[in-house]
């Protein structure tokens, strides 16, 4: 990830964005937020997700069943001994957080578990 991204971070944003780390469950403040809008990456401003594609997963971190069109890069993590799929912002880089698939939460049987810090929301209006 380039410096000029991370240059604006806080030391948490950082954390997860930038070194792939995760912030605790239940604790970020778009968990339950479910206004209209566009949620975009917190490092570059890139669009991700459109709320219309947000959901309960209750799961603690927003899930969303759907990304914005080339938006979302997938990388394999083998990180902690799992085998998982690590979302990223296609445009900077930064880390999001994991895709799950299978699970059946939606139609589309998808989650995309994204950290609140990694997101910025824009209200539409």
């Not at 997938?74 to 998982?84: A, L, N, V």
């Not at 994991?98 to 539409?124: A, D, I, P, Y």
Request: proline residues 2%.
């Amino acid at each position: 990830m380039e410096e000029r991204f991370i240059a604006g971070l806080t030391p948490q944003e950082k954390h997860v964005i930038a070194d792939k780390g995760t912030e605790r469950p239940f604790s970020g403040k778009y968990n339950d937020h479910y206004e209209a809008g566009v949620y975009s990456c917190r490092a570059c401003g890139e669009d991700l997700y459109r709320s219309e594609s947000k959901f309960s997963s209750g799961c603690g971190w927003p899930s969303f069943d759907d990304e914005i069109e080339g938006a979302v890069k997938r990388y394999r993590d083998t990180s902690g001994g799992m085998i998982r799929v690590e979302i990223c912002c296609s445009n900077c880089d930064g880390h999001l957080g994991h895709v799950f698939e299978g699970e059946g939460f939606t139609e589309k049987n998808t989650r995309h578990c994204v950290n609140s810090v990694s997101l910025k929301f824009r209200e539409l209006k």
